[in-house]
């Protein structure tokens, strides 16, 4: 699933996802084991975990996790990667919910 994706955009998806693990402004460890599971799938560099988990600290600003910039050949993967890790923790609040319908509308 993410290996038609270069560094960037892997980094990109990660950036996303972590934005998606503060939608409902607490990141659970359901959705912490998510993210290091995506970790190590993509191979990252030792910065990019680093970027990664920074970004589980402090969610990634606004204007930096813009749907329009995530190629039109990449949405659908990139919409159900926020799925999964919204349903991670088997309790998906009304903000997860929301931010996803929307994330899939700005998308399609």
């Not at 998606?20 to 030792?46: M, N, P, Y």
């Not at 990667?81 to 919204?86: E, I, T, Y």
Request: proline share 6%.
């Amino acid at each position: 699933m993410f290996e038609d994706l270069n560094p960037a955009e892997r980094l990109q998806l990660m950036k996303f996802v972590c934005a998606f693990a503060w939608a409902d402004l607490q990141v659970s460890g359901e959705e912490k084991l998510f993210v290091a599971d995506c970790i190590r799938r993509l191979h990252f560099t030792d910065a990019e975990r680093k970027q990664v988990w920074a970004w589980l600290e402090v969610p990634p600003a606004p204007d930096e996790v813009d749907p329009s910039d995530i190629p039109a050949e990449h949405r659908q993967l990139f919409i159900e990667a926020m799925g999964r890790l919204v349903a991670s923790d088997d309790q998906v609040s009304p903000q997860e919910r929301e931010s996803l319908v929307l994330l899939s509308q700005l998308m399609m």
